[in-house]
C-alpha cells in the first residue's frame, strides 16, 4: 500500500520561498510514481481543506486557487519517488497544513473531478507551514 510522508514545513516570512516534499513508498512490483495522479493540497485555520495543484498520470497540471497561480509549481522525481511543492513569494495566507495525496487512476480527468479530495485514496498526514514575520 501507497504511504505519503509531507517534509519541509516551518516558520518563514512573508516573501520566501519554500520547497514542501513528499515522499512516496509502499510499491509493489511494476508499480511506479508515474502510475498515480497526485495532488497537494492545504487547509488554512478554521478553513476548509482546498485543492492547490494537481498533476495527472500524464503530467497535465492543474491549478486550482487564484492564489496560487503563478506562486506554486508541483513537480515529481520518478526516481527518487518524490513529489514537491515549490511556494514562492509566501504570503501570510499561505499559512496552514499542506497534504499530498496519490490515486492511481489512468483517468486523464481526474483533475478536474468535483470534489476532488474524495478521488484520492492515499494521504500524507501533512506539514505545517507558518508565514509570519
Known amino acids: 500500500q501507497l504511504q505519503l510522508v509531507e517534509s519541509g514545513g516551518g516558520l518563514v516570512q512573508p516573501g520566501e520561498s519554500l520547497r514542501l516534499s513528499c515522499a512516496a513508498s509502499?510499491?509493489?512490483?511494476?508499480?511506479?510514481?508515474?502510475?498515480?495522479?497526485i495532488a497537494w493540497f492545504r487547509q488554512a485555520p478554521g478553513k476548509e481543506r482546498e485543492t492547490i495543484l494537481c498533476?495527472?498520470?500524464?503530467?497535465?497540471?492543474?491549478e486550482y486557487p487564484d492564489s496560487v497561480k503563478g506562486r506554486f509549481t508541483i513537480s515529481r522525481d520518478r526516481y527518487k519517488n518524490m513529489v514537491y511543492l515549490e511556494i514562492n513569494t509566501l504570503k501570510f495566507e499561505d499559512t496552514g497544513d499542506y497534504y499530498c495525496?496519490?490515486?492511481?487512476?489512468?483517468?486523464?480527468?481526474?483533475?478536474?473531478?468535483?470534489?476532488?479530495?474524495?478521488?484520492?485514496?492515499?494521504w500524507g498526514q501533512g506539514t505545517h507551514v507558518t508565514v509570519s514575520v
Open positions: 498533476i495527472t498520470r500524464a503530467g497535465s497540471i492543474s
Open positions: 495525496a496519490a490515486d492511481r487512476t489512468p483517468d486523464p480527468g481526474i483533475c478536474l473531478s468535483e470534489p476532488l479530495q474524495g478521488r484520492f485514496e492515499y
Open positions: 509502499g510499491f509493489t512490483l511494476d508499480d511506479y510514481l508515474d502510475d498515480y495522479a
